[in-house]
């Protein structure tokens, strides 16, 4: 069952959360889809510009429309991660998707604003979401490389006058998070402070955290010791950060480098210990049932289990 992150967000907001996976290859997509059936737990499944390049839009949509047809209780928004407006484009042309992002964090407030508007504008015409950014993440992911030093909290003074203007539906902010495996090297953590006053200048308004993985010291290590080179430093947002957020307004949370880390250990683990082995489907098969349980303890840390039903009434 797909329907947009709109109404996903109206029953969520300040009691629990909505898991949006980004997804890029069909393994990704069919344990979040059977992890979701079986927990009765809405989500968002992403796909970023790259994603959608690697394995061509067209396939890549129709393995979410196949696991649809494989999980018919699952419960989910297909979302377009950071775009710009041909990316967006596509997505809204498709058919397919019911949530775009629009990335225009980069550019001064006023353009962020006009950028925004319009997309917000054209997407609404056809029942989609629009979700914009409003600060800089540092880090590293896919196409994105932002120097620590040059990354900018998100303004909430900015927020209340943005949200206003820009016609969205959901504001992702810059509150301590990063993109990649780079999280919070500053040891900061979630500045709370700022997540405050925004839902007190913008109240019932979804807000959106991205680079918002754990980060598994234990998974870094084992990839490091087979053969990997991974900074054993890097550290991800907490259980504890992530369930204080919540009721703050943190609706939607972007989840990437916890799948990108398992699969290279799995990998890495399974070349170094059957050198002899040439089938892809074992790590595969061995990929899918691990993620299976990291998407069930992402689920039940975002408190979204069994939410399904809450949802009937709107579908």
């Not at 955290?209 to 234990?218: K, M, N, Q, T």
Request: charged share 25%; proline share 5%; hydrophobic share 40%.
């Amino acid at each position: 069952m797909k329907t947009n992150s709109v109404t996903l967000f109206k029953e969520a907001y300040g009691k629990f959360c909505i898991p949006a996976i980004n997804i890029s290859m069909p393994e990704q997509i069919h344990a979040l889809f059977s992890t979701a059936q079986k927990m009765n737990a809405p989500f968002i499944i992403q796909t970023t510009p790259v994603a959608r390049e690697y394995m061509h839009p067209l396939m890549l949509i129709n393995c979410v429309k196949a696991a649809a047809k494989i999980y018919p209780d699952a419960l989910f928004a297909l979302h377009l991660d950071h775009g710009n407006e041909p990316h967006i484009d596509s997505a809204i042309e498709s058919g397919e998707y019911t949530s775009v992002m629009i990335d225009a964090s980069h550019d001064p407030l006023e353009k962020n604003i006009e950028r925004t508007k319009k997309i917000s504008h054209r997407a609404h015409l056809k029942n989609i979401s629009v979700e914009a950014e409003l600060g800089v993440l540092s880090g590293v992911e896919d196409h994105l490389n932002i120097e620590e030093e040059n990354a900018l909290y998100t303004n909430p003074a900015d927020v209340e006058y943005f949200v206003k203007e820009a016609g969205c539906d959901s504001l992702a902010v810059a509150v301590g998070t990063s993109h990649g495996a780079y999280k919070f090297s500053g040891g900061k953590g979630l500045r709370f402070d700022l997540l405050k006053d925004i839902q007190k200048r913008v109240p019932d308004f979804p807000i959106v955290l991205h680079g918002a993985s754990s980060i598994d010291y234990e998974e870094i290590k084992r990839i490091n010791a087979a053969g990997g080179n991974i900074k054993e430093d890097a550290k991800g947002i907490t259980e504890e950060e992530i369930r204080k957020a919540i009721p703050y307004g943190i609706c939607k949370l972007n989840i990437a480098t916890d799948l990108r880390i398992l699969w290279i250990r799995i990998l890495r683990e399974y070349l170094q210990n059957h050198p002899d082995q040439l089938d892809p489907l074992r790590p595969g098969i061995q990929y899918m049932q691990e993620l299976e349980l990291l998407i069930a303890k992402k689920f039940e840390i975002l408190g979204n289990t069994n939410k399904t039903q809450l949802y009937k009434k709107h579908i």
